[in-house]
């Protein structure tokens, strides 16, 4: 039996190609999930904004807020914040890449409120 080198590159250019048009699963597998105790991130300024949940305005990593509650999903592409105290507002996300830092846990703090004022120093 003769193998005849065009088809024999047609079926493997065909084996390489098919699996990259499957349609994507719309999923995204989850890195981390669960209260978020601080974040950092870069603005497409290139300027770090953050929040944190102690009630501490030095803790605020880059410039931001203090004393805020969120939940968060970290995928490989994106984190999905969720701010439970502020139902008004849609999910914030955040492309994986923009991130300088994210710390997962509620730090000791059972329930944030962030209506409290600012902290005396």
């Known amino acids: 039996m003769k193998i005849h080198p065009v088809l024999l590159g047609s079926v493997i250019a065909i084996a390489l190609v098919l699996p990259g ?15 978020i105790l601080s974040l950092e991130y ?7 904004r953050g929040f944190t949940r ?3 305005s030095k803790a605020v990593p ?3 807020s ?5 939940r968060g999903r970290l995928t490989r592409e994106f984190l999905i914040i969720t701010r439970p105290q502020r139902p008004d507002l849609g999910p914030q996300v ?4 923009r991130l300088v830092s994210v710390q997962f846990g509620d730090g000791g703090i059972k329930q944030v ?3 409290q004022p600012k902290p005396a120093n």
């Open 54 to 56: 102690l009630n501490d």
């Open 42 to 48: 870069q603005t497409q300024g290139e300027r770090t």
């Open 62 to 64: 880059g410039s931001g």
């Open 113 to 115: 409120d962030e209506n």
């Open 21 to 35: 048009c499957a349609p994507p699963s719309g999923k995204s597998d989850t890195v981390a999930e669960g209260v």
């Open 66 to 70: 203090w004393n805020v509650d969120a």
């Open 94 to 97: 955040i492309p994986a890449h």
